[in-house]
């Protein structure tokens, strides 16, 4: 297989010179599930060279509604060694490493790491808390995204930015997301991760305008988009 022509309909977008780039990238993605699947399958169709997917639980019957990676075959089995195994199948020529771990205080500098941009795909906001904590110790931009019933929002923080506390102020009361309440739909997850992924594509190649000190909140219920200035 011409390796190139795989890309050939990124190049109207993409030059060859930022082909190059995201080949030569490093992506981590914390959360292999409704955002996290697909995410990880549009950076691996892309051509990011290195992704690193973060996930310590196992698919179940409930996640079949929404998560891309998950099918009647693999329930019970890890999420981040499954989203290797789907890019084994479509794109053999970038490497995906899994990690059978969920995010935690004692391990999240050793894995967030040496990666360019870090990419939330969480459920909870104290898994959340500690993801930005350490990437903004580590220098990383994170770029966020949540998603609920007809719901969802993103944003992009790079380290010293305030935006992360405005989204969720701090309170210990606090562990889960509000989809727990609203529960999620199909269609929300492709589109949030759609907007993720175009945003770490956009810091990689240093083009466009971020949702940078910003938060993109959607609602298709009532067919609303608004970015919100958060500076």
Do not use: W
């Amino acid at each position: 297989m011409n390796i190139m022509k795989r890309y050939i309909k990124n190049m109207k977008a993409l030059s060859e010179e930022d082909m190059k780039k995201l080949h030569n990238s490093k992506v981590c993605i914390v959360g292999c599930g409704g955002l996290g699947g697909y995410i990880i399958e549009m950076l691996g169709r892309i051509g990011v060279g290195y992704i690193t997917a973060i996930d310590g639980d196992n698919f179940d019957e409930t996640n079949l509604n929404r998560q891309l990676l998950s099918h009647t075959g693999n329930i019970g089995r890890n999420k981040a060694e499954e989203a290797m195994k789907r890019m084994e199948l479509v794109n053999p020529h970038i490497t995906v490493h899994p990690v059978k771990e969920m995010l935690s205080e004692e391990n999240a500098l050793i894995l967030l790491k040496d990666h360019d941009v870090i990419v939330d795909a969480l459920d909870n906001i104290s898994s959340r808390r500690i993801l930005r904590h350490y990437s903004s110790v580590l220098n990383i931009p994170m770029v966020h995204g949540a998603i609920a019933g007809f719901y969802g929002q993103v944003s992009t923080i790079y380290p010293g930015d305030k935006t992360f506390d405005y989204i969720y102020p701090n309170d210990d009361s606090i562990n889960k997301g509000i989809e727990t309440e609203l529960g999620n739909p199909s269609f929300m997850p492709p589109l949030v991760a759609s907007i993720e992924v175009a945003e770490v594509i956009k810091i990689l190649l240093n083009k466009g305008n971020l949702f940078k000190n910003k938060a993109l909140f959607i609602d298709l219920l009532n067919n609303s988009f608004e970015v919100v200035d958060l500076e």
